[in-house]
């Protein structure tokens, strides 16, 4: 009766959860500083977002408290560091909505995630003449680790084009699809355009053909809900720093029975169960996957960040980008020679823009001195790049603690570059 | 003039900028006035591969002196590099390769020479003294 009463004040707390801008702004530290002088506007969210005081604290404390090395210690100190470490993966776990725990392995990033399924499950499955897919959109980590397995099996890449407003074109997807397809990689949403793909879809598609898909979520995971059963994914990759956590640490969800059939991806301690100069047996999952030691004090403060996210809640994070998104659309539209790159329907909280006969490296340069930092360059895009007939875009990429008084400053910053190239 | 007398001039003419738009404003316009570099030096081997933008360098010998056409797709490091033809072109080889760049710390311009800007322009530097360096091999072989 009691843990009743409980659950329901819990229900109650968090729904009374108001979405209070200027209370998150006083959470992140690093905001409040000037850059060359002026409030710093941080617009790069799409490369890294800033970490909240609570995630800068769970660093210094697992340093301060209980700093050992996990799943091998009897002492106490291991044994805390490990129960923390693992209480990261119960709630990515929940985070994700994955069956079981076992299906969080952690990583480096997401980098590296994609590039263990290419080098474990892609050399397992692959073979000469299959056929995997990828989408014109991708960024390079989502094409090379492919290109490469391709290379190495003689396998065929197939790219799903886009249409102008850089939204996948579906029924391209599905000619493309046939018995050869073995796999399809596409990203949850485009770091470039902002594009939300129709994953479900994608998906469902793909397993009409028995092609497996692994989702590039990279850009989704602060801003989009993930539920992978839903999605009915077999394989999500997501990176900690664009989540509000360190860097450093990626998770790879799989599900258990393709990661249970999959090779190790590399030898060493941890993902062993006994070794003879003879050779050895590997761990079960996740530890099969999880060799030497790992980034043990940022994946513990990975959690924070994940419960920082919680706090305010997905919809309420998602409905409040999708506002500040809306409004930038609104305001840059209206700048005269701007034309913004990625008009998708769907999008996260990222706007590409070309500047009428400016460079976009010139652009940065003269925001960056107006304190406002925004990504140029090719996005590690650089196909999509020549898609568009560009060599770069400028892009702001909004998270949770940006403001509309920061998109003004932006549309301030934008027009003075106007002017100075003039 | 020689090149650190060079240096000083354009450090002095910078020196009149309060404002960092006022002095960039400036490197727009040498940059903007820089003479295109003719097409058939627009080419990889010309090319200083830099992450956002793209420069291009063509160094000829001349009398015994090392001269430089350059251009850049950007304008703040088109205007940059028009500073750093105007200090090192038209030198002896030796002269440049010794050459101490000690103007763009003065003009406060220090950053674009910095790893991180990715603009070719610290490869730019670093070629043409390369370029110096061969042709001081070629003069005196």
């Given at each position: 009766m009691e843990i009743k009463q409980d659950f329901v004040e819990l229900k109650m707390k968090e729904s009374a959860t108001i979405f209070d801008i200027e209370k998150i702004r006083k959470d992140f530290p690093i905001l409040h500083q000037n850059i060359n002088g002026k409030p710093l506007v941080y617009l790069d969210n799409a490369a890294s977002t800033q970490k909240p005081m609570s995630v800068i604290n769970a660093i210094s404390a697992y340093y301060m408290t209980i700093n050992a090395n996990i799943h091998r210690g009897i002492h106490t100190l291991s044994e805390k560091a490990t129960t923390e470490y693992e209480l990261t993966r119960a709630t990515i776990r929940s985070f994700v909505n994955a069956k079981h725990t076992e299906e969080v392995i952690f990583t480096k990033g997401t980098t590296e995630a994609i590039n263990l399924v290419a080098a474990t499950y892609g050399r397992q499955n692959v073979k000469k003449g299959d056929e995997i897919i990828i989408s014109a959109l991708e960024h390079h980590s989502n094409m090379v680790p492919w290109q490469m397995l391709a290379g190495e099996t003689g396998a065929l890449l197939k790219i799903i084009p886009i249409n102008d407003a850089g939204e996948l074109i579906i029924e391209d997807y599905k000619k493309l699809?046939?018995?050869?397809?073995k796999l399809v990689s596409v990203a949850h949403a485009s770091n470039t355009l902002g594009t939300i793909n129709p994953i479900k879809e994608i998906i469902g598609l793909a397993h009409e053909h028995g092609a497996k898909v692994l989702i590039d979520g990279a850009q989704a995971a602060a801003h989009l809900i993930v539920d992978v059963q839903d999605f009915d994914a077999d394989f999500y990759a997501f990176s900690s720093h664009k989540i509000y956590g360190p860097t450093g640490v990626g998770v790879l969800y799989g599900k258990k029975e393709l990661l249970e059939a999959m090779p190790p991806y590399q030898g060493g301690g941890e993902m062993i169960k006994e070794v003879t100069y003879e050779g050895f047996t590997y761990n079960d999952l996740?530890?099969?996957?999880?060799?030497?030691?790992?980034?043990i004090a940022d994946t513990i403060a990975l959690k924070t960040a994940i419960d920082y996210i919680n706090y305010w809640g997905k919809e309420a994070i998602r409905n409040y980008e999708h506002e500040i998104l809306a409004y930038a659309t609104r305001k840059l539209s209206a700048i005269k020679g701007l034309r913004i790159i990625g008009e998708a329907k769907e999008k996260v909280g990222i706007i590409s823009f070309v500047l009428n006969g400016i460079h976009h490296q010139d652009a940065g340069i003269i925001l960056d001195h107006e304190g406002i930092a925004v990504r140029t360059g090719h996005h590690c895009t650089q196909p999509l790049m020549g898609r568009y007939k560009i060599s770069g875009t400028s892009r702001a990429s909004f998270a949770l603690y940006n403001t509309k008084e920061e998109v003004d400053i932006l549309v301030d910053g934008i027009n003075k570059v106007m002017r100075m190239f003039a | 003039m020689t090149i650190n007398e060079t240096q000083d001039n354009i450090i002095n003419d910078f020196s009149l900028f309060d404002e960092w738009d006022e002095k960039y404003g400036y490197i727009i316009e040498l940059g903007k006035k820089l003479p295109q570099l003719n097409e058939e030096y627009k080419t990889d081997d010309y090319k200083i591969k830099g992450c956002q933008s793209q420069v291009w360098l063509h160094p000829y010998l001349q009398d015994g002196k090392i001269f430089f056409d350059g251009d850049s797709d950007a304008i703040i490091v088109k205007g940059l590099v028009s500073l750093l033809i105007k200090i090192l072109s038209g030198h002896k080889p030796e002269e440049i390769a010794n050459a101490d760049l000690y103007f763009m710390e003065k003009i406060g311009m220090?950053?674009?020479?910095?790893?991180?800007?990715?603009?070719?322009l610290a490869s730019m530097v670093k070629q043409m003294k390369l370029y110096a360096i061969a042709y001081t091999t070629k003069l005196t072989s």
């Open positions: 699809l046939n018995k050869k397809t996740p530890y099969k996957f999880e060799a030497g030691t790992p980034n | 220090q950053q674009h020479l910095s790893i991180t800007r990715s603009n070719g």
